[in-house]
Nanobody
Framework: QVQLVESGGGLVQAGGSLRLSCATS????????MGWFRQAPGKEREFVSA????????LYAGSVKGRFTISRDNAKNTVYLQMNTLKPEDTAVYYC?????????????????WGQGTQVTVSS
């Protein structure tokens, strides 16, 4: 059974930083791309960032590019999202997900396992 557990969310002031972690089990982590998505109240879940199986290729949504950095540690079966210069509009529940493929993807339909989410709240 594949399990993903996110951590690191919280309340931060605008301009601050947070680092999210997502620990996985139950699948050969290093074989698959990983992604982060977020969902704000009343909005659809949207793509934030993704990383391919090796960590050599990354992809970001335009709204976070230059502020967020995705990385992974295949030895620890963990993917990270470093979030800097946070803005109130970054407030959402953040979800990590395992892709069906080893190559990078920004499409929700290519992810088949999801974590429970971690709340990020950015105050102005």
């Amino acid at each position: 059974q594949v399990q993903l557990v996110e951590s690191g969310g919280g309340l931060v002031q605008a301009g601050g930083s947070l680092r999210l972690s997502c620990a996985t089990s139950g699948r050969t982590f290093s074989s698959y791309a990983m992604g982060w998505f977020r969902q704000a109240p009343g909005k659809e879940r949207e793509f934030v960032s993704a990383i391919n199986w090796s960590g050599g290729t990354t992809l970001y949504a335009g709204s976070v590019k230059g502020r967020f950095t995705i990385s992974r540690d295949n030895a620890k079966n963990t993917v990270y999202l470093q979030m800097n210069t946070l803005k109130p509009e970054d407030t959402a529940v953040y979800y990590c997900a395992v892709c069906k493929y080893s190559s990078i993807s920004g499409s929700r339909s290519t992810y088949d396992y999801w974590g429970q989410g971690t709340q990020v709240t950015v105050s102005s």
